[in-house]
């Protein structure tokens, strides 16, 4: 489905990504910018610091287009760095504060970084260090490294910006939960675009909005999504490092929110925590949530605790400058959220097409999604092969995800083109079977996995986290999915968590549920 070509707001025009902090300041400078319960800083000090930071780069070795990888925990130097990259003309390479040395060291080696800027708590991979010219530590700089703190700035000037709209910014690198991660190369100007698109406009955001953000900065969600959204209104971004229910809603009181974006975990962990009436929550009014599946229900409750006037979900990825799809209850209701992913954000063009063929399939089919437009990714950094893999010749991006659509332009999400067993020569869709498992009252949150089997090749595995104070067996879970789903789709191992393992991006890690139960059958 092609989208209408609207024109463009003068504010959605591309731009770099540092001529958009100018602009932000021009506009907002007495306005509050950033905090992360250490440092607060107006536009104007926002401005005028991430300047500074670009010029004590420059004199300390940086120059435009090099690769500086960033390895911090959520703060407000994590910002400031990323804007001063940015601003220099050299391209960031986030690195993720839960990934392991070795993740860490392949992606300093594969993006080709030359220089790292860490804190104190990172370690760095004795392998790593091979092809670094120059390691800058927030903290306690050991020896050989230079003090972030410490840097000279050398004399005051604007930088000349030397970036332009079509340079790339940013490689944020997948996740690799099956393969080695990919570096994903996205550019100022489809950043600064797709940013107001799918942010500003669908989201109904102004200068009076503050987003609080406990997620990993290093995902583009962090990086772009909330950096980026807010400088373009003027609000205001208050980071905090990691999630707990007790010291999120600390965050909230002190930091008065009018955002919280979170995976649906976090709001289960808060609906459970017994800690909700202990804190003022009062300021937040809508929440943003990846797509479920969700309960009604659920969802309901969540507005009721926090009195709350809505909420939205989000499908995009990473190749795509993150937003595609969202329902939100103030534009589509709440049955839409639960049911749906939405309908499209933006300009780009959406097609849902036979993964055998490619060709268009017809609405109510299943099929796999495919987008086109100014927003899909560069390509793969050094990774020419598996970029030709998800773009065609045509431009066209192939999520690998299963959808279907309706007479009215919602999005149904059907699971992963690869995330099914394949059980007694039968597909089954884990997502499906999640979606069963959560319809069960007593369920707040599910996972299956694949498990080898001598019989069937394959078979279910469900990891299961019931809602406080409810109980279920897995007998009485089987005979529920019984009552929806074919016998064979049916999870045949049933496994009951408190808290379910998490990638470095916030989302449930199936590796290690299926590690974990391939480790119980072979003991």
Not at 88 to 108: D, K, N
Not at 118 to 141: K, N, S, T
Not at 398 to 420: Q, S
Request: aromatic share 8%; charged share 25%.
């Amino acid at each position: 489905m092609a989208r209408d070509a609207a024109p463009l707001h003068p504010d959605a025009a591309p731009s770099t990504l540092g001529a958009l902090l100018r602009r932000a300041a021009a506009r907002h400078g007495d306005a509050p910018a950033l905090s992360d319960g250490r440092r607060r800083l107006t536009y104007a000090q926002y401005d005028a610091e991430v300047d500074r930071l670009a010029r004590a780069l420059l004199r300390a070795g940086v120059r435009p287009r090099e690769h500086v990888a960033l390895w911090m925990r959520n703060c407000v130097e994590w910002v400031l760095t990323e804007m001063a990259v940015f601003r220099l003309g050299a391209v960031l390479v986030p690195l993720s504060p839960r990934g392991t040395s070795e993740e860490a060291a392949y992606i300093l080696a594969q993006s080709d970084s030359r220089t790292l800027v860490l804190d104190e708590a990172m370690q760095i991979p004795p392998a790593a260090r091979e092809g670094l010219q120059r390691v800058i530590r927030l903290g306690a700089a050991r020896k050989g490294e230079m003090s972030f703190e410490a840097l000279p700035a050398g004399p005051h000037a604007d930088l000349e910006e030397t970036a332009g709209v079509d340079d790339t910014a940013i490689i944020i690198y997948t996740s690799g939960s099956t393969a080695a991660p990919k570096g994903v190369m996205l550019g100022h100007g489809q950043i600064t675009r797709n940013l107001y698109e799918v942010r500003v406009i669908p989201e109904e955001l102004t200068s009076a909005d503050r987003v609080l953000y406990v997620l990993p900065m290093c995902h583009i969600m962090g990086a772009l999504n909330s950096v980026v959204g807010m400088m373009h209104v003027g609000g205001c971004l208050a980071l905090r490092e990691g999630f707990s229910p007790q010291a999120t809603l600390e965050a909230i009181e002190a930091e008065r929110p009018t955002w919280f974006y979170g995976v649906t975990a976090m709001f289960v962990d808060l609906m459970r925590s017994g800690l909700l009436g202990r804190h003022d929550t009062s300021s937040l009014r809508r929440f943003t949530l990846f797509p479920g599946p969700f309960k009604r229900e659920f969802l309901a409750e969540l507005l009721s605790a926090f009195r709350a006037e809505g909420l939205n979900t989000r499908y995009g990825l990473t190749e795509t400058t993150n937003g595609l799809t969202s329902a939100a209850t103030w534009r589509d209701g709440l049955d839409k959220v639960v049911e749906s992913i939405g309908r499209p954000l933006g300009s780009m063009e959406f097609q849902i097409v036979d993964p055998a063929t490619r060709h268009e399939v017809a609405a109510g089919e299943d099929g796999e999604l495919r987008v086109r437009g100014f927003a899909v990714m560069q390509g793969y950094y050094r990774n020419e092969a598996e970029t030709r893999k998800v773009i065609d010749p045509e431009g066209w991006f192939y999520t690998g995800d299963l959808m279907c659509r309706d007479e009215a332009g919602y999005f149904y999400f059907k699971g992963r083109i690869k995330d099914a067993l394949k059980t007694l020569g039968n597909n089954v869709s884990c997502l499906e079977v999640e979606a069963v498992l959560q319809s069960h009252p007593a369920v707040a949150s599910a996972a299956l996995v694949g498990i080898p089997d001598e019989r069937a090749s394959e078979v279910g595995a469900a990891f299961v986290q019931l809602r406080a104070g409810m109980r279920a067996s897995g007998a009485e879970l089987a005979e529920h999915c019984r009552r929806s789903l074919a016998g064979y789709k049916v999870p045949r191992h049933f496994r009951f968590v408190e808290t379910f393992p998490l990638s470095t991006s916030g989302k449930i890690h199936k590796p290690a549920l299926r590690e974990r139960i391939l480790s119980e059958t072979v003991s």
